[in-house]
């Protein structure tokens, strides 16, 4: 009886929700798009990926979860933006149509410049907030406040400093839309679902960066150093690996994916480029990092893209008000399981 009844105070408790608006579960909206909601889950896991490494690459050289990461990825944003406009584009101008190879140049014109923006900016945080904390062997407490109050400190530059550095042209609580310069048409379709030009630069480009950085970890003299800091930072130093270097060129390469994903993430985004914009989706590169294995590379990529799938089919299920809370869901029950993360490996234990 009172199994019947726990079951009838459910369903009337689903049924409540479900007229109010608040969930909406409904798996024929899920089965219908699956292979749709696939490929935008996809796409927008591979835009989590990118930002997830730098992540975890802090965190496995300097166990630093560096939540000013988000802000480093919001600069990149503006600072692709800049770089197309400064070239003459405008905000919601025509679509660019001056051939393919013209494109191409110009978005890898505006990726460089994202790219510099946010490793630029990632290398002088390091040095202005973290490196003072390091010399005066300060808490791991002090740091992660320090990484707390950096990202606040960023957006509030955007918000306020900038508009009156510029003349009014960037930043601001006005958001900018972004610059267009790829009309998004369908590629080739496959089970009911369109894959676009966009979908398929996104992905490609995250996979090729991510593969290349993992390259240079694995396979390169500076690549052993990080890993060989990753371990054990003392022996490090007294085998001749300068320690500081390390962290330098670990937050650089953080910062030039958040550039990268910037410029991708422009690519998709319906709405505009503002100070507050990187922070959700910074939380979720975090939750991704954290999802796929906190200090690991491939785990990355594959808690980006699981990450991106899996609230895309939350959002189907549940409505889309419940996206982000799925994520975080999909989260704590994979870490419930598995405390470690799917793959679980640390960045100084990683191998070709």
């Avoid at 802000?71 to 503006?78: A, H, N, V």
């Avoid at 100070?275 to 939380?283: A, D, E, Q, T």
């Amino acid at each position: 009886m009172s199994v019947l009844l726990l079951s009838d105070v459910l369903a009337s408790a689903h049924t409540t929700l479900a007229a109010d608006g608040v969930i909406d579960f409904n798996t024929d909206r899920l089965f219908s798009s699956f292979w749709s909601l696939t490929v935008d889950g996809l796409t927008y896991g591979a835009i989590y990926a990118l930002i997830a490494v730098g992540y975890t690459l802090v965190y496995g050289v300097l166990r630093l979860i560096n939540f000013a990461h988000s802000e480093i990825f919001m600069l990149g944003m503006f600072g692709q933006y800049a770089v197309l406009w400064a070239l003459g584009f405008a905000p919601r101008g025509d679509v660019y149509t001056q051939g393919t190879a013209l494109t191409v140049m110009y978005l890898l014109i505006a990726m460089i410049g994202g790219m510099a923006v946010s490793g630029g900016a990632a290398v002088g945080l390091e040095r202005v907030a973290y490196r003072p904390l390091r010399k005066r062997g300060a808490p791991s407490l002090t740091f992660l406040i320090t990484a707390i109050g950096a990202s606040f400190v960023l957006q509030e530059f955007v918000h306020f400093v900038l508009p009156k550095l510029t003349g009014g042209n960037f930043g601001g609580t006005t958001a900018q839309q972004p610059i267009r310069l790829v009309q998004e048409t369908t590629v080739f379709s496959f089970g009911g679902a369109d894959v676009s030009n966009v979908d398929l630069v996104i992905v490609v480009a995250a996979l090729v960066l991510a593969f290349l950085v993992d390259r240079f970890v694995n396979a390169t003299k500076f690549g052993r150093g990080i890993r060989a800091v990753a371990q054990d930072p003392v022996t490090a130093t007294l085998m001749g690996v300068s320690r500081e270097r390390v962290i330098m060129l670990t937050f650089l390469l953080g910062g030039l994916l958040a550039g990268a994903a910037a410029m991708l993430y422009s690519l998709k985004i319906p709405n505009g480029i503002i100070y507050s914009g990187g922070f959700i989706l910074g939380i979720k590169a975090f939750a991704a990092a954290v999802l796929g294995g906190i200090g690991n590379l491939r785990g990355a990529l594959l808690g980006g893209l699981l990450l991106g799938v899996m609230e895309l089919y939350g959002q189907a299920l549940f409505g889309t008000e419940w996206r982000d809370v799925v994520a975080f869901v999909v989260l704590v029950l994979v870490l419930l399981f598995r405390p470690t993360g799917i793959l679980g490996e640390s960045l100084g234990r990683a191998r070709a």
